[in-house]
């Protein structure tokens, strides 16, 4: 297989000095060309984002400088590497770029080899941390996103929904009587227990901004954004069918006799005026729920609106 290539956006409202950095580096990297501040900003925040943005300083309709503040005052773009490439080649200049967060300053006219040099440091830097973020963010034992990765995903989605006006929903999920399984199995097969209900409920959402992660110990979570109370139960039935299927005996659960899973969930339409610590109200609400699941017998979804007093 081949590996992919990193993404360089290169910003300059003259076409033809993208094109002399385009064709240096197009070898080397997959490029992506925006003329204005504006077209930058929307490229940078697209999925995957860039790994590198080279960004001119003097554009008419906002300055690389006002450009580079913006991209690292937003939590989707402050860890993209920014390198000016600009004709102000006064100390002062550089001093500035580097004072609002960019990497490193080339300027103008450019010597190929420095360019090439710099780009590849920064791209490679810039590789080696996202690596360093994907482990710490990862579940060692199931291999899925853990709850911090979670965490910061939950109030990303909040304030990106709140915008949008658009529902969120969230799913809190158990394996049911775990620790029986443990103690009669022995951990071994309760390992492996975990790996096998992570791997099957990560495989129900089948769009890439949903996300399944290992919230502790037995118990798991599900963030589905833009889907409504409807939607979301119907991936919640999905999943709890998906663990059946697996069909993992469970000889000492007075459930079944195979492993079950509880699920509670919530829903709720952010609005603009709500703050993002309110997201963890919804985190709350769907534990209430999965809470209510398990007292009731297990193996069930149980669902709460957060706007209202329903179930």
Same mark, same amino acid.
């Given at each position: ?21 385009? $064709?240096?580096? $197009? ?14 900003? #929307?490229?940078? !925040? ?22 580079? *503040?913006?991209? $690292? ?10 390198? %000016?490439?600009? &004709? ?19 300027? $103008?006219? %450019? ?10 440091? =920064? ?36 304030? *990106?929904?709140?915008? !949008? ?12 009587? %775990?620790? &029986? @399984?443990?103690?009669? @199995? ?33 118990? %798991? ?12 139960? #119907? ?33 709720? =339409?952010? =609005? ?40």
């Amino acid at each position: 297989m081949t590996e992919q290539r990193a993404t360089l956006l290169i910003v300059d409202d003259q076409p033809a000095n993208i094109h002399a950095l385009a $064709k240096l580096l $197009k070898d080397d990297y997959r490029i992506i060309t925006a003329t204005s501040a504006a077209k930058a900003l #929307e490229l940078a !925040q697209r999925t995957p984002a860039p790994d590198l943005i080279l960004l001119d300083i003097l554009m008419p309709d906002q300055d690389g400088y006002a450009t580079c *503040r913006a991209l $690292k005052a937003d939590e989707a773009t402050h860890a993209i590497p920014v390198i %000016f490439v600009t &004709a102000l080649d006064q100390a002062q200049d550089e001093a500035k770029g580097l004072q609002l967060g960019a990497a490193d300053y080339i300027s $103008k006219p %450019f010597n190929p080899a420095i360019v090439r040099a710099r780009v590849h440091n =920064q791209v490679s830097l810039k590789l080696k941390t996202d690596l360093l973020e994907q482990i710490a963010l990862q579940d060692g034992l199931t291999g899925i996103p853990n709850r911090r990765y979670f965490d910061r995903k939950l109030v990303q989605e909040w304030n *990106r929904q709140s915008r !949008q006006q658009q529902p969120l929903s969230l799913l809190m999920i158990d394996i049911d009587h %775990f620790k &029986a @399984y443990n103690d009669h @199995y022995g951990h071994g097969a309760g390992d492996d227990c975990l790996r096998r209900v992570a791997q099957a409920l990560q495989q129900v959402p089948n769009r890439s901004a949903d996300l399944v992660a290992r919230y502790g110990g037995e118990e %798991f979570v599900a963030l589905l954004p833009e889907t409504d109370a409807d939607g979301a139960q #119907e991936v919640a039935e999905a999943m709890r069918a998906a663990i059946h299927a697996l069909a993992l005996a469970h000889a000492y659960s007075p459930v079944s006799d195979h492993i079950t899973i509880s699920l509670g969930g919530s829903t709720h =339409q952010p =609005q603009r005026q709500r703050p993002a610590t309110d997201a963890e109200a919804l985190k709350h609400s769907a534990d209430q729920a999965l809470y209510q699941a398990k007292a009731e017998g297990r193996d069930q979804i149980v669902w709460r609106d957060l706007d209202s007093t329903s179930t």
